[in-house]
């Protein structure tokens, strides 16, 4: 009876949202494991805006932001191919390539993305910097399961350490409608913006495995 009791206690507390300000996930070796599974407030989207700030030096393929549904390992994703200056949003399966990235490692990025499936457009931005619009086309997302760390091959898994995540996360934030240029650049200058109301870095629901830290940010000395 003990032990069921602080299972449903440890249980309650993963559950609990967590202010996430001023902190960071930290993921600090390639692996096949560890990851940060984070919890959507809802089940059915018809347009999505993501937002995260990262920092890694790596050279290598990697995600950044992984959603998959029962039918779509690449449900959402933004994913960072090898080549220097491409950057891949896929939607449904369908993938857009954003090239001429300034993508510089050991360098703080904030990247956002957008898609609505009425039009099929998705578009980029790194670091307030707006790609063009390209088409992915893409039906509604349903019954996501969202990662940080690894990139889903199948639903809830199929990860491959050489397609970790290595480096540091912080401030993701997941909207069910596309942000305007404006809106998206009060995020990128951490400006009375209005936190996303599908994933809110100041009230997130997560989970995680392996070895993952939670840190303080690395935040500049005056």
């Not at 959603?67 to 369908?94: E, Q, R, Y």
Request: net charge neutral.
């Amino acid at each position: 009876m003990a032990f069921l009791l602080l299972l449903v206690m440890l249980t309650a507390c993963a559950a609990t949202p967590q202010d996430l300000s001023n902190k960071m996930f930290t993921f600090p070796e390639e692996t096949q494991t560890a990851n940060v599974r984070l919890t959507t407030s809802g089940q059915m989207f018809n347009a999505v805006t993501v937002c995260l700030r990262s920092i890694t030096d790596l050279s290598r393929n990697h995600p950044l932001f992984s959603l998959a549904t029962p039918s779509a390992d690449n449900g959402f994703l933004i994913f960072k191919g090898a080549a220097n200056d491409i950057i891949a949003v896929h939607v449904v399966n369908t993938v857009a390539r954003f090239q001429g990235q300034d993508y510089k490692l050991n360098t703080w990025h904030t990247i956002c993305s957008t898609w609505d499936s009425e039009s099929g457009l998705a578009q980029l931005w790194l670091d307030g910097k707006p790609s063009i619009r390209k088409f992915t086309g893409g039906s509604n997302i349903t019954n996501p399961i969202v990662i940080l760390g690894q990139e889903q091959d199948s639903y809830g898994g199929g990860f491959n350490r050489r397609q970790s995540f290595v480096g540091m996360i912080t401030d993701v934030h997941m909207w069910d409608h596309t942000l305007s240029s404006c809106e998206i650049q009060r995020y990128v200058d951490d400006r009375n913006f209005s936190p996303g109301n599908v994933l809110n870095w100041r009230a997130l629901e997560f989970q995680t495995t392996g070895r993952v830290l939670i840190e303080n940010k690395q935040l500049p000395c005056y």
